[in-house]
């Protein structure tokens, strides 16, 4: 059956084969990515649809806190639920897979190792990948910033470089929100101990070149008594094993160089047909289906609303359940609803020494607004794993306490 047409008559359906009818005509719905907008999806939708929730990873992990694994404040494991859990909650089937390509004419999605989920409708949720524009070397010799695994590693670095007798030099590429909040939490790790260059390099005219000039002055002023450079208006050439080459400047030293360069649609979209360009996002309606298939919703980081989105995940919570009540109003022939975002301001952490509270042309700072970070993460991590007892319970309690205690510790 197709997104649109006639859901079919459940009672004479009952009456002719009892109960395999019943379970084969619940209408098969498949999301791909289970994180915030995919979670969300499936947390909306009920037992009346035969749901399977798809995701290469077995942990849902909590993005805008990543940051926090560079200084220690967080461990993995405080970032990270289990997804099979919260699939298994919501009262549907969580498989871990690889997606090669959602064949939507067919109904199908396709998975790595060969195989075939068959769907009635699919919510895709798949979210971004690091854009590196082409730099070469940038793949290879820098780490990314886009998942707990990449910050606990890029934590492990500092740690090794910390232990290492003599200087070090630490390069972050881009200078929007990802960089300042690494920049931060090194500074939180590092301290007043000295033996550590960090240098910043930013293309854009100012540090988070879309945001209020007030906050490029802040971090320039709060970095005053460190060892750090900003190189704004300056472009990353390469990228190679013992540093950075940049436009109009010497070669930067690197031992450890982080790339938070921004953020591009994945290849999947292009190659199932729902995107137009590599790299770019899949176009949508308002109600946030494909404009190329009628039986495909596309939510989260991947949608390329026809007004376009800050790729925040508080949207991309509000995308999930706005497409899993389209694709049921879909399913029954009824007309869809348009989503309408809710903004709400960005809280970006600067390690110990600030948060800047962005709302539209507004700022606000205070290192007090780290706590209000805090809240939204211990509050919406609890929201999305009740701790009703159990693992859940005695992993609210873990995410809760060590936090407070690693921030009261950190210097
Ligand atoms: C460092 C950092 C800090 C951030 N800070 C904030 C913040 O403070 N506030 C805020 O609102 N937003 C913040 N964001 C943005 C926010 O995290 C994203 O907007 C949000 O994660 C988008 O959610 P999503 O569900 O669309 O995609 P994602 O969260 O990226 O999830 C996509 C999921 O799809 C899965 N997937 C992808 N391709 C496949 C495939 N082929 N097969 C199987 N599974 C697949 C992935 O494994 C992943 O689980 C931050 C992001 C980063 C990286």
Known sequence: MR???????????????????????????????????????????????????????????????????????????????????????????????????????????????????????????????????????????????????????????????????????????????????????????????????????????????????VIDRAVRRHCAGHDVRFLTGTRVTRVTPMGVRVTGGKPLRSDLTIWTGGVKAPPLLRASGLADHDGKWAPVTQALRSKHHDNVFVVGDAAGLPQPLGKQAYYALQMGVCAAGNVGRSLAGRRLRDFRPSPKGMLVAFGALDTFLIAGRSVIASPALAAAKEAVFQVTMAQLDPPLGGDALRGAARRFVGTARRRLLSP
């Open 3 to 213: 997104l649109g047409d006639r859901p079919p008559d459940m009672k004479s359906m009952r009456r002719a084969e009892p109960t395999i009818s019943r379970r084969r005509r619940r209408p098969r719905i498949v999301i791909v990515g289970a994180n915030f907008a995919g979670m969300a999806a499936a947390q909306h939708l009920d037992a009346r649809y035969a749901v399977t929730i798809i995701d290469r990873s077995p942990w849902f992990e909590w993005l805008p806190n990543i940051h926090e694994l560079l200084s220690g404040v967080k461990r993995p494991g405080d970032l990270r639920l289990p997804r099979a859990r919260l699939v298994r909650r919501a009262g549907h089937r969580f498989v871990r897979a690889e997606i090669v390509r959602i064949d939507a004419p067919a109904g199908v999605v396709l998975t790595s190792a060969g195989r075939r989920i068959p769907f009635d409708a699919c919510i895709v949720a798949v979210g971004g990948v690091d854009e590196t524009f082409g730099v070469p070397g940038a793949e290879r010799h820098a780490l990314g910033f886009k998942s707990v695994d990449e910050c606990a590693e890029i934590g492990r670095r500092l740690a090794q470089l910390a232990r290492r007798p003599g200087r070090a030099s630490v390069v972050i590429v881009g200078g929007g929100f990802e960089g300042i909040e690494a920049l931060g939490e090194i500074l939180r790790r590092q301290g007043d101990r000295p033996g550590l260059t960090v240098s910043l390099v930013e293309a854009g005219p100012r540090l988070m070149p879309n945001s209020p000039a």
